[in-house]
């Protein structure tokens, strides 16, 4: 009995010990299953992540390639960016390393609050930087004592460097640190401390520049720290760049310009003091690092001249020089600039930002006129002995048109009209060309359209027609614009740029020049369209841009000093930013100078030298700098001086006669 | 009184202590040290291919655990049906105890220390628990079994604990041992349609069981339902242990090559997640050989509650086997993403001292019902000698 039921037990113990072990297998078989899944099915899938898990691709940031100027000076260069940063898994005590650390330089208040929280947000190996920029003494002073300062080490960055600062920033550019909107899908874009150009060269050859960054696969753990670092793909560094610049004149030019006719004088000169005490502003004029202070004539403290200048080969189309006042600094820049400083600049009066050179767009005024001149004889409506009697005025219709000599230039040939600049000559040329042959030459001058300069912004001026003020005006073309355009007001528009371009084409036998500023040693000899202006046309204005500056009664006269070896050719131009109105004509137009700024013409001049064989072409915009001939063929004069004495084309001063100069 | 053998008490005179040494399952034993090799050679990678700290502790734990698993096999299995009511009660006090000091003292300690090892009463109580009902339902008819006044008392041997280590609370070991304690009622004969009903009921008490579960337990069960959610959150361990798995692929990375491992990507690589590595370095085949062993080790239990001739003794085999089946299975299962990550080690592989002490006891107690094969003891048992 006692049996039976035992075995009846034992039975059904070994039924359903079979019947668990099948289950057990059973889920061992499941396991199996899941097994078969996740390494042979979805193997690829994982081993894809496991790879991802495993390796960070390290970029490292290519080197910046520099920028020269034709004889090889640095005008953008990389320079070692010491910084000191901390890991703070390395030092028990963050904020008393940092006390440490701030004996011996100087770190701001503000950055150890920053580093402070970092440390907090960051994971312990992550270095954070501390301070930056700091010169070779400071960092040795951090190196001698490194034993008492845990967690500290040096890295070496590259920052971005402008030896010649403003002189150069409107040719260079700037670098700064790269906005959302730039970033292209390219990771080194991503990197913290990569910058990338904002402006000039440093934008236009951004990707040249720039190189390519190099790779370097990283193994890293779960928590991100670096294992081990594996060879990876080398970065090509960036491009060198050179400029046709040479930076010599481009200094020179810079400060020529800014000083126009103002005195330099330091700030404890006394007129200074004087005009301190009439209750005139230091602020206005004065640099702040150096104490110099822009004394007017009248002994008023004045801000540095605002223009631009291009000086240019009238051959190969190199620029020497391209200047606009006022500039910035590049290199404040590299850190960030303060957004104190980035609003002063933006809303500075005068604009420094802007690359006045190409992108300030001015009505060319009398600069005009030789182009007027030339299509006159082009067009047959006049013999380079067309004489006009000028009475001071020109009637058309009910109108009358001034000229700028009130009581007239009397009878007057073409070189004359171009020497004394009269009006009422150019009136009747344009009256017999018409607008369309007037726009059609200042087209083939490099007017109204970009010369494709190497550099952003440039804008393209202006030349009217009639379509154009049927299109954007809707209004059919006036006689009297013409007249205007005649003398080179009304709606032309040009770029000082354009104005050397227009210069170097009308002295270099009338080929096509285009301007360049970036230096190809191995280029040939640029060849350029031939204008198809007949030699003895171009003769003529060129016989009256000489007689600008020689003749007797030349506009330009006073910038010829006595006894002056040095001989050159040009044109002024005042352009009226006002209109004058009937009633200041008959009470006496009030001199520039004695106007508001805001009020003053805008002073033109451009030039060339050699005068017999002429090389180089200058252009001067001042903007609201009065006369033509009493400011700007100054500073004309001077820096084709200066240019002849460089002489970056190695025509050879002896040829000119121009031993004495220097 | 003069013992003599007849047909109906076959019990053999006492057995000698060299009779019962040549009755020591040596292919058990072999077996189990295999795969404490292999937790050797897994502890020694997941070192980055140093001895210390885990593969040369986890060899001197092995050895220890060996002496006393084979010790155990020698005790009297008589002596063991005499103690087990005893063993189970001193285990529960155990667990009672460090629930007192857990509540007492800062947070949930769940283990006692004994210098060399660190006892989990929990641990303790899987076996004990085998123990007292195997005893229990030794006792047993088997009409009687079908009468549910007769399950109550096994009943609250099994909630006793798992009411215990759910306050801990851990779900993961109140599983096992509900689990465990099942297996045994299911071996002795407990009418089906009682695990039916009970099945539903569990199911039915879902929603409000949920309610009472802490918020990072239910986190881990959403996690596990969905661990591509949140991946550098609670999904980490499961997602990473999936990249190295599958990364594994057939013939794995080979030995100290698992990069997931080796990089810190794993979580507790030498505990819970030891399996995965091991994947990752030998594959698909490196894992089913392991499962294959496992197997074995299940196979043997099996086989001696099969061979073996009181009751007693089978539910003790096939219980402790069935402990041992649960630990493997929750544990691959887990790093597979199969069922949600609760945190039991994988026997003998894993680096831990008392999952490692455990796995041995459930070893000496299934060879102690092999050495005493023949051994019979009546349903009263031993209150009629």
Known sequence: MRRASDQETQRKFSRRALLLAGVKLGLFGTLAGRLYYLQVIEAQRYSVLSEDNQFNLELLPPIRGRIFDRNGALLAANRANFRVEIVAEQTNHVERTLSALRDLVHIDDWDVKRVLRDTRRKRGFVPITV???????????????????????????????????????????YVAAVSEAELTGDPVLELPDFRIGKSGIEKLYDLDLRGSSGRRQVEVNALGRIIRKLPGEEGQPGRDVSLTIDVRLQTMATERLARGNSEVVSVQDPRVQDALQRGQNLSAGTNAETGIVNLDRKGRISLPESGAVVVMDVHLGDILALVSTPAFDPNLFNKGLSPKDWEFLLSHPRFPMTNKAI??????????????????????????????????????????????????????????????????????????????RIANLASRFGLGEKLEVELPGERRGLVPTREWKLATRGQTWQKGETLITGIGQGFLLCTPLQLATMTARLVNGGYAVTPRLVYETDSDEPDFENLNIPAHHLNVVIEGMNKVVNGERGTARGARQKDDPFQFGGKTGSVQVKRISKAERLSGIIKNEDRPWRDRDHAMFVAFAPLDAPRYAVSVVVEHGGGGSKIAAPIARDILVETLRIDPAHVGSRSFGLDDIG | MVRLPDADSLNPPELTFARKITQLNWGLIALVTTLAGVGCAMLYSAANGEWSPWAYRH??????????????????????????????????????????????????QRWIDFGLIQLQPSELMKIALVLALARYFHGLNHEVIGRLTYLVVPSALVLAPVVLVLRQPDLGTAGMILLGGGAMFFLAGVRLRWFFMILILS????????????????????TFLNPENDPLGSGYHILQSKIALGSGGVFGKGFLQGSQSHLNFLPEKQTDFIFTMLAEEFGLIGALSAIALYILVMAYGVAIALRVRCLFAKLLALGVTTTLFLYVFINIAMVMGLVPVVGVPLPLISYGGTALLTAMIAIGLMMCAYVHRDVIISRQGLKEE
């Not at chain 1, 009475?391 to 004394?420: S, V």
């Not at chain 2, 199911?203 to 959403?222: C, D, N, T």
Request: charged share 20%; hydrophobic share 45%; proline share 4%.
């Open chain 2, 59 to 108: 060899v001197i734990r092995y050895a220890m655990a060996l002496l006393l698993a084979i010790g155990l096999a020698l005790v009297d299995l008589r002596l063991l049906m005499r103690w087990s009511y005893a063993i189970y009660g001193l285990a529960l006090g155990l667990l009672a105890s460090v629930e007192v000091a857990g509540e007492i003292g800062m947070g949930a």
């Open chain 2, 203 to 222: 199911m039915a008490s879902v929603p409000i069981g949920w309610q009472f579960l802490r918020e990072y337990q239910k986190e881990r069960i959403l």
């Open chain 1, 359 to 436: 992108a300030g767009q001015y009505p060319p005024g009398s600069t005009f006129k030789m182009l007027v001149c030339l299509a006159a004889l082009e067009a047959g409506v006049a013999v380079p002995n067309t004489k006009v009697f000028c009475p001071g005025y020109m009637e058309l219709g009910d109108a009358r048109f001034h000229c700028w000599k009130k009581h007239g230039h009397g009878k007057l040939n073409m070189t004359g009209a171009i020497e004394q600049s009269c009006d009422v000559y150019l009136y009747e040329m344009a009256k017999r060309l018409g607008i369309d």
């Open chain 1, 131 to 173: 301070v930056e920029n700091l010169t070779r003494t400071d960092i040795s002073r951090v190196a001698v004592n490194a034993p008492y300062l845990p967690g500290i080490r040096i890295k070496v960055g590259r920052s971005r460097n402008y030896p010649f600062g403003n002189a150069a920033v409107h040719l260079t550019g």
